[in-house]
């Protein structure tokens, strides 16, 4: 057995290339003219995991694009590993903030590699498929069944993973679900994530006259959506920053004492988390740190906005309609249907006469918290120190992986989350970059995961 | 000397002609790419009125579009009539609205013309050309001298219009000034506006992180613009739907009881207004008519906002940047200047840490009520008559005509505004049209108001 070190040493180019290969594959999920680019991208997996021996069926799925799922050759009596990933990414607009790179050109700078989809979720995934890559070519692999389960609609909001999970549970049956889509503590802090964010997104469309009206002529009287729409998302949060619609909280569940205590502890630095984006202060819910507000607490952002005139110059109107994206963070153990219900009716109640609404449902899930007690945390936690040469810390997200609460669900609660991404590497914004250190210490993390888990099963 | 009502049946298809001609240049003042089509507006008008024996100028302003100016030979002794107007349009977005017409392609339907600047203003402005090449015709003309002033900066928000008229004082002086950019009351009612309401319109810009940030990393802790923008801006009217800013009403005056009184005589349909735009009912300031909202007492209206994603599907992100075209329209004696001072401290005292602003001022000027006891008030009340066949109606008007306050206080306070478009050609809007009865009794009753003034100076 050629040891994993020896291994990567040899094969850190071509691993690099197989990657860069991946991400030149626009696979933009949410946009009509990429589809096809998203079925390449699925491809594009099937024919890199049919290479290294696992069987690969691409599904149709009720969303856009194909499910991708592979398995390795049936070892009886073994546990199984279920390894997620997604092959999508975000839109790139704006294309002219990316400065160090075309997205779908990706380009090495300063240990980074550049580009859409490095960091969330190719880069990352990537890594297991080295792994996987090298187990199957040694003589005496780990007694550990091997499937993946990479979908195209993680990115979109209209993921349909949830779904093909529950209708799929035999097919997906396992003991265990890795994935790599979250974010380390901080540089240096290799990290084991235990909970996350759920969400719930909307878009809410208002609508007043049939068409746009000479502000001079009507202004005054006839009710204007885009004043409306400001009023109405403006009066989100009262003066504690605490969101206005009745019962939000009624079910958010605070941590127990000491994993606040714990939580404190991590050398958590607000000066540079703020001037990381360029700004000096920011603002939140009362009586929490920063740390807290971006983890575990709830959070109401406006994604974009839109409505009237927005050209060269002015144009005196009352525009026709407004509309606004909009999502939700949710904690564990906030219900999002219960939210569109109360959110809808806290709307109607301030809808002013003249003005129609429309608010549809774009994503919904639930958050989830991790028990740490579990045997699996302790095995990721050794692996991960093999990786990279240090333990980790267990952290908490404010990010959303909609999928993972169902996974825990359905299939097991042994659930890993083994964080290769940093904070800032601009996941989902310009000019995103993955860590190519992260991304070898990541390789051999994923490699001993085998192990730990075919051995964490016989004990 | 031939009849005007002879000369008409004779010419009339002539002058619809030459109009649509005028009307297919797509003078677009506030639009880059359109500024050789306002040039083109304006040299069309120079032929046209040199044709008719005037003699035209065209002066570069420190606006984009040139002046045009021109004069007929003068008479020594006689009055000077300033005629107004303004060959500049709104750009025509939205486009898949114009089911009537192309902008630019004139089409007649149902006794109107359609196309964009048919009623604001080219086709009014162009019935006191047609009134001016019918007299330059006749042996007799009026003891009077006219003056044509026509500026292409009218629909931008930038004009320096003002200023021309400032510096150019002695060049412009006269007895009378005369326009064709207002609204009748209601078809049916010829009118003559006697006020206006100023207008003072801005372009705020918040900012915040240096990039679009992820909402589950960042959400809870950074600043997000769009919602900043949404509180301030839906914060602007209060229970009452008045106005928050300190001091907004300090200087509204109110019209004196006997002048409310008769306004509240015309026949103003609430319904009528309400349904002509689609919508049921509306919304404004406590205590007044829907017709005193729209015409004599101040509003706040966002004429277009945009932040954020804005495509298909969702991006969750929290926006770098977001921002609001909005404008208020004031009444006589609130000042424009003094607003975007209290506009502006208001807006800085409600801005959360992590975000910037900029307040851009894109246009300014100051209500305007005219003094119905002058007599040429009525003349042009008989002149009006002549060309229309009934009395008309003294009205005060919503919208905003900034040069109008300027005429009245460095020129002469005899301003004539005679309404010949109606409220429901959809100025500013898709579909934009005029009646071309309008535009035949417009031309009568200009040819009877040359007539009117050089009498009236006489007498």
Chains 1, 2 share one sequence.
Not at 140 to 165: C, H, M, Q, W, Y
């Amino acid at each position: 057995m050629q040891p994993i070190a020896e291994y990567l040493a040899e094969n850190a180019l071509n691993l690099k290339n197989e990657l860069i290969e991946f991400l030149k594959i626009p696979s933009i999920s949410c946009q009509e003219e990429f589809v096809p680019e998203c079925r390449r991208a699925a491809e594009w997996l099937e024919r890199c995991l049919t290479k290294i021996g696992f069987s690969v069926t691409l599904y149709p799925v009720s969303s856009r694009h194909p499910m991708v799922y592979a398995e390795s050759p049936k070892i009886e009596g073994a546990p199984t590993l279920l390894i997620y990933g997604h092959y999508d990414v975000q839109p790139v607009d704006p294309l002219d903030l990316w400065t160090e790179t075309s997205p779908f050109e990706p380009t090495e700078k300063n240990g980074c590699l550049y580009g859409r989809g490095t960091s969330d979720d190719k880069g990352p995934l990537y890594s297991h498929i080295a792994a996987a890559a090298y187990w199957m070519k040694q003589p005496n692999r780990p007694n550990l069944n091997v499937k993946f389960l990479i979908e195209g609609d993680e990115e979109g909001g209209d993921s349909t993973a949830a779904l093909f999970v529950e209708e799929n549970a035999d097919l997906l049956a396992c003991d265990y679900v890795v994935l790599s889509d979250s974010t380390q503590f901080a540089p240096g802090f290799p990290s084991i994530t235990c909970g996350l964010r759920g969400i719930a997104a909307y878009e809410l469309t208002l609508t007043g006259p049939v068409q746009d009206l000479h502000s001079g002529m009507f202004g005054g009287a006839v009710t204007n959506p885009c004043n409306v729409l400001c009023e109405i998302l403006g009066n989100m949060f009262d003066e504690n920053h605490r969101i206005r619609i009745p019962g939000f909280y009624d079910e958010v569940r605070r941590l127990p004492q000491e994993d606040l205590e714990a939580m404190r502890l991590l050398p958590f630095d607000d000066a540079g988390f703020f001037s990381s984006v360029g700004v000096e202060d920011g603002l939140g819910e009362a009586d929490m740190t920063v740390h807290e507000r971006i983890t575990i607490r709830p959070t109401f952002d406006i994604n974009g906005i839109t409505g009237g005139y927005q050209g060269e110059g002015g144009k005196t109107i009352i525009p026709a309609w407004a509309s606004a994206k909009f999502s939700f963070r949710l904690v564990p153990n906030q219900d999002a249907e219960w939210l569109t219900a109360a959110l809808s009716r806290w709307i109607q109640e301030q809808l002013p006469p003249g003005i129609t609404m429309k608010l549809d449902v774009e994503a919904q899930s639930g958050g989830l918290l991790l028990d740490l007690k579990r045997p699996c945390m302790k095995a990721a936690a050794r692996s991960m120190e093999f990786g990279f040469g240090c333990a980790p810390v267990f952290t908490r997200e404010g990010g959303s992986i909609p999928i993972v609460a169902k996974f825990s669900r359905r299939l097991t609660p042994n659930v890993l989350m083994l964080a290769y991404s940093q904070k800032t590497d601009n996941a989902h914004g310009p000019n995103e970059h993955f860590s190519l250190t992260n991304f070898i210490h990541g390789i051999k993390t994923n490699v001993k995961l085998w192990q730990e888990l075919s051995i964490e099963e016989e004990n």
